[in-house]
């Protein structure tokens, strides 16, 4: 029987690649983990929330970071465990998907304009939606250029467009991860690192806020969108099926955006 250490080295030679996720407790999130899964991929879950022992995927547990992205002290605990854990595929992150992202709502779940929502909300929804995607980048980046790693941010239709429910920290913060990705693709380009983003529209999710059905008439599809299908957008952008992808912004809206 292998001992843990020789288990960890096998894992790093046979070739196996790892996911490291935020935003992994539900819709997106769990979508990517079992599209991740099915392929074989190590996928490294951070949530705020505590790891759901219901999910299905193999070693879920094991390979869960509790992790509060607004939290300065907790984000950088989170990296230096995530570091430890990529130790033992030989330091080497393959793909960094940035899911997790707030969206606060008033009471009876109106959307927060630009004049009336308090500045701690602003700076609140940047943090996570906005700073923590490029920290992580930045604190991880040698082991994204050991393994020539993607990184993929999670933006939004709301990022290019006023929306009935996003608010406007919301949305701006979004748009600024937009931008954010362009940048990234120059800087982090010359060093293997492929960046790209996507931009989901209307996506069927247990968290859709209430109203959402009617504009199904304002997406040339004719449909909500699933979450597989974003997952399957993202897993393409962290393959070796999009090795000449950079610095795109996907649309995954069935045409809302045009």
């Given at each position: 029987?292998?001992n843990?250490?020789?288990?960890?080295?096998?894992?790093?030679?046979?070739?196996?690649?790892?996911?490291?996720?935020?935003?992994?407790?539900?819709?997106?999130?769990?979508?990517?983990?079992k599209?991740?899964?099915?392929?074989?991929?190590?996928?490294?879950?951070?949530?705020?929330?505590?790891?759901?022992?219901?999910?299905?995927?193999?070693?879920?547990?094991?390979?869960?970071?509790?992790?509060?992205?607004?939290?300065?002290?907790?984000?950088?605990?989170?990296?230096?465990?995530?570091?430890?854990?990529?130790?033992?595929?030989?330091g080497?992150?393959?793909?960094?998907?940035?899911?997790?992202?707030?969206?606060?709502?008033?009471?009876?779940?109106?959307?927060?304009?630009?004049?009336d929502t308090?500045?701690?909300?602003?700076?609140?929804?940047?943090?996570?939606n906005?700073?923590?995607?490029?920290?992580?980048?930045?604190?991880?980046?040698?082991e994204?250029?050991?393994?020539?790693?993607?990184?993929?941010?999670?933006?939004?239709?709301?990022?290019?467009?006023?929306?009935?429910f996003?608010?406007?920290a919301?949305?701006?913060?979004?748009?600024?991860?937009?931008?954010?990705?362009?940048?990234?693709?120059?800087?982090?380009?010359?060093?293997?690192?492929?960046?790209?983003?996507?931009?989901?529209?209307?996506?069927?999710?247990?968290?859709?806020?209430p109203?959402?059905?009617?504009?199904?008439?304002?997406?040339?599809?004719?449909?909500?969108?699933?979450?597989?299908?974003?997952?399957e957008?993202?897993?393409?952008?962290?393959?070796?099926?999009?090795?000449y992808?950079?610095?795109?912004?996907?649309?995954?809206?069935?045409?809302?955006?045009?």
């Amino acid at each position: 029987m292998q001992n843990a250490d020789t288990n960890h080295q096998s894992n790093a030679e046979s070739g196996h690649k790892t996911l490291l996720l935020t935003g992994a407790s539900r819709g997106i999130g769990h979508a990517t983990v079992k599209r991740f899964s099915k392929e074989g991929w190590r996928v490294l879950t951070c949530s705020r929330q505590p790891f759901d022992v219901a999910c299905p995927w193999p070693e879920g547990a094991a390979n869960h970071v509790h992790v509060d992205l607004a939290d300065a002290d907790s984000l950088g605990l989170a990296v230096s465990d995530i570091r430890a854990r990529l130790e033992e595929e030989g330091g080497k992150l393959h793909a960094l998907v940035n899911n997790a992202g707030i969206s606060p709502k008033l009471d009876g779940g109106g959307r927060p304009n630009s004049i009336d929502t308090p500045m701690q909300i602003w700076n609140h929804v940047f943090q996570v939606n906005f700073f923590a995607p490029i920290l992580l980048a930045r604190e991880l980046f040698n082991e994204l250029k050991n393994a020539k790693g993607a990184i993929v941010n999670v933006t939004s239709i709301a990022g290019g467009r006023v929306h009935p429910f996003a608010g406007s920290a919301y949305a701006t913060s979004k748009a600024a991860l937009a931008s954010l990705t362009r940048e990234m693709a120059a800087d982090f380009g010359p060093h293997g690192i492929r960046v790209n983003a996507i931009a989901p529209g209307e996506i069927d999710t247990a968290i859709l806020s209430p109203g959402t059905e009617g504009m199904i008439k304002d997406i040339p599809l004719g449909r909500l969108g699933e979450t597989a299908e974003v997952a399957e957008t993202i897993f393409y952008l962290c393959s070796d099926a999009a090795s000449y992808v950079n610095g795109a912004e996907v649309h995954v809206n069935g045409g809302q955006h045009v």
